[in-house]
């Protein structure tokens, strides 16, 4: 974990907007167990809704999420 936080240079600081499915190895150790053992903030959504996470990352984003993890598949 300690090498994950330092690649992604998480600390106490950093919330974490997830919308990968957590069977995902990717959303679950990078977007949820790193920020976490960091210190951090991780928010979650019920299921990925398009118009949920876009209200959350360009409206929100600057007031509370500094990463945000997504996949391209």
Do not use: E
Not at 7 to 23: C, E, F, G, I, Y
Not at 53 to 69: E, L, P
């Amino acid at each position: 974990m300690d090498a994950m936080c330092s690649a992604w240079r998480l600390t106490k600081k950093d919330t974490v907007l997830n919308v990968l499915p957590l069977h995902h190895v990717h959303g679950m150790i990078n977007c949820v167990m790193s920020p976490l053992y960091a210190g951090g903030t991780v928010v979650m959504t019920n299921k990925f809704d398009s118009a949920q996470v876009r209200n959350r990352f360009f409206v929100s984003f600057m007031k509370f999420c500094f990463v945000d993890m997504g996949s391209s598949t």
